[in-house]
């Protein structure tokens, strides 16, 4: 058997200070965080457009454009940062559990890692890179852990992005863990349980509703680990999953168009059918599991538009709020704070990556 690279960097938390870039179908964001003595700062924030076509379903196309943009945002953020981390999405990480005695060596651990890995891996194993971390250790000795792996192309990709903006990849992180990271910053006040519900006492889960270019992703977490999650293509009311202008976000479009036209009612079919799909996922969800959500958090180019939150509210009957990651943050003084609270709710999966390079 001949033994994939081990990616120590895809879990666990970072050694320095990281920038945390999300890359979109349209558009990337960039966030980097520090650690102050009062908690956590924003040190830098920023987007920057990316060329049509140049990823596709989650995949770099074309990696020199990537890497130009990305190059254009860290320029202009004026951020000095050398180490960027990515996410990748969820359907391209493959991860199941193994419980091995605790006080197994490390190199005995990582050996039958592998000779898993070799069962529930579909593809040569030089093929991919493989992460694990121990989450729990039980009364009776044995080791808990969580196994990670991704096609090492897909790492090479990142990696070239990473060079042509003159950057080191240094972590690799699937996209849903982005999310139960960054949840404390978005969640501070959560409601309790429904009634009937097991654990009055305990917070009800609550949802992140990420609406994209391309794409809404739905997460429901509950104490803080996700629990839920589903993927929907769907055509978002906004051009883009991010503002263009980096420099300034533009407002929701306003409609001028008689109630009557054409173009208002296809503009208001879009909108509640948008409204009317993410009803149905808290449906499918609640039904699957019993379980009612607390609040329902929305980010991405969608939920820009006011109406969205609004209507939403209206129809679900529970509290809807734009995703806020630095609400609760100090921003670095060379920030422009109502630029980044335009930005905010496009930045939820780029500071859960940034959050990996603070502790």
Not at 101 to 124: C, F, G, R, S, W
Not at 191 to 199: D, T, Y
Not at 206 to 231: C, K, S, T
Request: aromatic content about 4%; some cysteine.
């Amino acid at each position: 058997m001949k033994t994939p690279p081990l990616l120590a960097r895809m879990l666990g938390l970072g050694q320095r200070a990281v920038l945390g870039v999300d890359l979109g179908t349209s558009a990337l964001k960039l966030v980097e965080l520090a650690t102050v003595p009062a908690g956590l700062k924003v040190v830098a924030a920023q987007t920057a457009p990316i060329a049509a076509g140049a990823i596709k379903e989650g995949k770099i196309v074309d990696a020199p454009a990537v890497g130009e943009a990305l190059r254009s945002a860290v320029v202009a953020s004026r951020s000095h940062t050398k180490n960027v981390a990515f996410a990748i999405p969820d359907a391209m990480v493959l991860n199941w559990t193994l419980e091995l005695p605790a006080d197994l060596p490390e190199t005995e651990m990582e050996m039958q890692v592998l000779l898993e890995a070799e069962k529930n891996i579909p593809y040569p194993l030089d093929e991919v890179a493989l992460d694990f971390t121990t989450t729990e250790t039980t009364a009776d000795g044995q080791a808990k852990l969580f196994v990670a792996a991704i096609r090492r192309e897909l790492i090479d990709s990142l990696e070239e992005v990473a060079g042509q903006a003159g950057l080191t990849l240094k972590i690799v992180d699937a996209e849903r863990f982005c999310f139960e990271r960054v949840h404390p910053l978005i969640f501070r006040h959560v409601p309790k349980s429904q009634e009937g519900q097991e654990g009055k006492d305990s917070a009800a889960p609550v949802a992140i509703m990420d609406l994209g270019a391309a794409n809404m992703r739905f997460y429901v977490l509950e104490d803080g680990q996700l629990i839920y999650n589903r993927d929907e293509s769907f055509e978002p009311l906004t051009q883009g999953d991010t503002p263009t202008n980096a420099a300034d976000p533009p407002a929701p479009q306003k409609r001028n168009d008689p109630p009557d036209s054409p173009d208002h009612r296809d503009g208001l079919n879009t909108r509640e059918e948008l409204i009317a799909r993410i009803d149905h996922l808290l449906q499918t969800f609640h039904n699957s599991s019993q379980k009612r959500i607390g609040q329902l958090v929305l980010c991405g180019g969608a939920a820009l538009n006011p109406l969205v939150a609004k209507r939403t509210e209206a129809k679900i009957n529970l509290p809807v709020v734009l995703g806020n990651p630095f609400a609760w943050l100090e921003k670095s003084e060379r920030l422009n704070h109502k630029r980044l609270t335009a930005m905010a709710p496009f930045m939820l999966l780029a500071t859960g990556l940034a959050l990996r390079g603070v502790h």
